[in-house]
């Protein structure tokens, strides 16, 4: 297969960590929708580019030329990739599948548990649970059931009235917004291809960037902030050694800075040059796959 | 005043029973909601109280001519039952809630405090 399969291969991690630099660019809303994209087109050409890399390394495999009647000069001369790269292919094609039928058994598992979570005739209820941490979560709807907002009485006698409110906002714009859809698809991407990791941390961030600017609108960015400020403090709190509440280094100053600062300004121009190598990629892409049907043609002229 | 979302009062309603955690009657409430219920009638406020009522979430006994609302604590006993289930299924690998805030930092805190006490 030609180079360009190799470069396929390179380039779609590189592309998506440039992704990242996207932050400085465009505001939440438009970075999260083009990182995701970004994601899936990455994880996408990871899969192709192993799915052809394996199969033009094991088409010269013994077992493919005594099983298919393959002969193996034409082979060889139309696709020079080494078995051994064949079989690394199907390694590492594998792993990725097992990590992502892992990540969407995980998803089935949780969802369906959160879905019992309160009342499912409610849409935008607010479930209050016993718990000593901080906790907010949107609890997207599932198979029918609305969505749903769940909500710790912790969380809640940490903040006051204005702060509730800009929280009660935040989880809200999540649901709104259908930010379970990008999440699911970032993370779907880095179980794919654990090289999309870091993309994936921004598309979460990006996603609660979102929603804290969407709760700003109801309230206020300096009312938004120091919920979020007063939130993350209570966590500290020496009751609340709670390990299912997640950590993600600083987040909440970053996201709190975000608010005091000016709105990042839209700048368009920003998306061209990912554009450029998106296309690039999309046309590597086509071209190993045209050379694979070559391969096909070989194996049966 | 923007246009309200579905649930949105009623959620505001229950987070600030929550928050006190005493009983509290209809004015109460109304002045709790603070700017969120500068442009919210003291009636409709009665009114979410008593559909909350309705549906179970709220018990409510008489204070003089008035009702004093509690949230059902053993309804948030049973969330956290669930809630926990959730968490304990989901774990901190595969993020399939999103979540508010998350663990912080050591070094952050002192930023977040400074933050807290600039505004007074």
């Not at chain 1, 298919?68 to 696709?79: I, Q, S």
């Not at chain 2, 009623?10 to 209809?26: D, I, N, S």
């Not at chain 2, 109280?49 to 006994?61: F, N, S």
Request: glycine residues 6%; proline residues 7%; aromatic residues 4%.
């Amino acid at each position: 297969v030609r180079i360009t399969i190799y470069l396929c291969l390179l380039a779609s991690p590189l592309l998506a960590l440039l992704g990242c630099q996207l932050r400085r660019y465009l505001p939440p809303p438009s970075a999260a929708k083009t990182m995701t994209t970004l994601a899936c087109a990455a994880a996408t050409a990871t899969v192709w580019g192993l799915i052809l890399l394996a199969s033009a390394g094991l088409s010269r495999t013994g077992e493919a030329v005594s099983l298919l009647g393959v002969n193996p000069g034409a082979v060889n001369t139309a696709d020079p990739v080494p078995r051994w790269f064949g079989a690394t292919a199907v390694l590492l094609l594998a792993i990725a599948l097992a990590r992502a039928v892992r990540f969407l058994w995980v998803r089935h598992a949780v969802a369906r548990l959160a879905g019992r979570v309160g009342d499912p005739a409610s849409p935008g209820q607010l479930v209050v649970f016993t718990a000593t941490a901080p906790h907010a979560f949107a609890i997207p709807g599932h198979r029918g059931t609305p969505g749903r907002i769940a909500v710790s009485t912790a969380m809640l006698r940490a903040l006051d009235a204005e702060e509730r409110r800009a929280m009660l906002a935040h989880e809200r714009a999540h649901l709104r917004h259908r930010h379970h859809l990008y999440q699911a698809a970032a993370c779907l991407a880095a179980a794919l291809n654990p090289l999309l990791r870091p993309l994936r941390t921004e598309i979460d961030f990006q996603l609660e960037r979102w929603a804290d600017e969407t709760a700003a609108e109801t309230t206020g960015r300096r009312v938004t902030a120091r919920s979020l400020a007063r939130a993350a403090l209570a966590t500290l709190h020496p009751t609340t050694p709670d390990a299912t509440l997640g950590f993600t280094r600083h987040a909440v100053p970053d996201r709190v800075r975000a608010l005091q600062q000016a709105p990042v300004p839209a700048r368009p121009a920003a998306v061209v040059p990912v554009a450029l190598m998106a296309t690039g990629l999309a046309a590597m892409l086509g071209d190993a796959t045209l050379a694979f049907v070559h391969i096909l043609d070989a194996l049966h002229p | 005043m923007p246009r309200r979302e579905p649930g949105e009062l009623e959620q505001a309603v229950l987070a600030a029973l929550w928050a006190h955690g005493r009983p509290m009657t209809g004015p109460e409430v109304h002045a709790e909601l603070g700017p969120a219920g500068q442009n919210l009638a003291y009636k409709t406020v009665l009114t979410v109280l008593t559909r909350l009522h309705g549906k179970g979430t709220l018990q409510r006994h008489r204070v003089g001519r008035a009702h004093a609302y509690t949230p059902r604590a053993d309804a948030a006993d049973h969330a956290a039952a669930q809630m926990n289930a959730v968490l304990a299924r989901g774990g901190d690998h595969v993020a399939v809630l999103e979540r508010f805030v998350s663990r912080l930092a050591p070094d952050d805190e002192a930023a977040l405090r400074a933050l807290l006490t600039e505004r007074d």
